[in-house]
């Protein structure tokens, strides 16, 4: 157990800003430890939406998450958008910038969709080559998350966890670990989510991601709709004891309930690294 590769702080729990917290966040400046930005939200936009994160960035540490990156698409990387996730990331004094392992498009067109990357050795050194491009334009090291998946490859010759972990080791970028992807993804594809959590490198792991998901039966939709259940905060505290204190950040995308839920669902980690609950959870009742 250990800080990480480039010790990066544990910000603590936070939650991700969005827009129906927005005057609440305002209003109350509510004792929060962090926030992270869906990049692409703010790249291309000015307004209320830029007014807000220069608020919230002025008061909070933030941190940069994006779904556009596409690192493991065969398209070139767009220069123009990493410029402007650079620039977005020095305004707000991002403490790093993540995206996902995947790709979303190609020949220019974004389908909006994290889709799952064939695992082989030349996708693994095409990826390296990628990351290291990246990280030198941000001027940063970039954090990369496992995303959730439906379907895999039948011509992968490299487990997920294995190829993720090679690529943050000779990349040099770190992970930010989405404990309930890993939980959804092994139930989809029939494998063992300890062993998942066991074979990540604790030294790269500098977010964690918590969120509640949609059980169909057969399969597991990752639709940050609900509560973390108990088998996800089963993964977490177990990674917890492999890693140390890493920021911790609550997911909470649709039917999103007020701001005092998520953040008392985001406090709840607290319990399970075995820290003490603070004073403004038990005001919400928790």
């Known amino acids: 157990m250990g800080r990480n590769?480039?010790?990066?702080?544990?910000?603590?729990?936070?939650?991700?800003?969005?827009?129906?917290?927005?005057?609440?966040?305002?209003?109350?400046?509510?004792?929060?430890?962090?926030?992270?930005?869906?990049?692409?939200?703010?790249?291309?936009?000015g307004g209320r939406p830029l007014y807000v994160l220069d608020q919230v960035a002025e008061r909070y540490p933030v941190v940069l998450h994006g779904v556009s990156m596409s690192v493991g698409s065969t398209d070139p990387l767009n220069l123009g958008?990493?410029?402007?996730?650079?620039?977005?990331?020095?305004?707000?004094?991002?403490?790093?910038?993540?995206?996902?392992?995947?790709?979303?498009?190609?020949?220019?067109?974004?389908?909006?969709?994290?889709?799952?990357?064939?695992?082989?050795?030349?996708?693994?050194?095409?990826?390296?080559?990628?990351?290291?491009?990246?990280?030198?334009?941000?001027?940063?090291?970039?954090?990369?998350?496992?995303?959730?998946?439906y379907l895999e490859f039948g011509t992968s010759t490299w487990s997920e966890v294995e190829f993720l972990s090679t690529l943050a080791q000779e990349a040099d970028c770190g992970i930010l670990l989405d404990?309930?992807?890993?939980?959804?993804?092994?139930?989809?594809?029939?494998?063992?989510?300890?062993?998942?959590?066991?074979?990540?490198?604790?030294?790269?792991?500098?977010?964690?991601?918590?969120?509640?998901?949609?059980?169909?039966?057969?399969?597991?939709?990752?639709?940050?709709?609900?509560?973390?259940?108990?088998e996800v905060w089963s993964l977490y505290r177990r990674s917890c004891q492999r890693t140390g204190g890493v920021a911790t950040l609550l997911e909470w995308d649709e039917n999103i309930p007020s701001f005092e839920v998520v953040h008392a669902e985001a406090l709840k980690a607290r319990r399970h690294r075995g820290l003490p609950e603070p004073d403004h959870q038990r005001a919400y009742g928790t």
């Open 5 to 45: 590769r480039w010790d990066l702080p544990d910000l603590g729990f936070g939650i991700g800003l969005r827009t129906v917290h927005y005057s609440y966040i305002l209003a109350n400046h509510p004792p929060i430890d962090w926030f992270e930005i869906l990049s692409e939200n703010y790249m291309d936009t």
């Open 81 to 149: 958008y990493l410029k402007k996730l650079k620039a977005l990331a020095d305004r707000t004094r991002a403490h790093w910038v993540s995206d996902h392992l995947c790709w979303t498009g190609v020949s220019g067109i974004n389908v909006h969709d994290l889709l799952p990357m064939p695992y082989t050795d030349e996708s693994l050194r095409y990826t390296i080559e990628r990351v290291k491009a990246v990280s030198e334009i941000l001027e940063r090291p970039l954090v990369l998350e496992n995303p959730s998946t």
């Open 179 to 230: 404990v309930n992807n890993v939980y959804v993804s092994c139930f989809n594809h029939g494998l063992d989510p300890e062993a998942f959590i066991d074979r990540v490198p604790a030294d790269r792991v500098v977010q964690y991601h918590l969120a509640g998901h949609t059980h169909k039966g057969t399969h597991i939709l990752d639709t940050h709709s609900d509560h973390v259940i108990d």
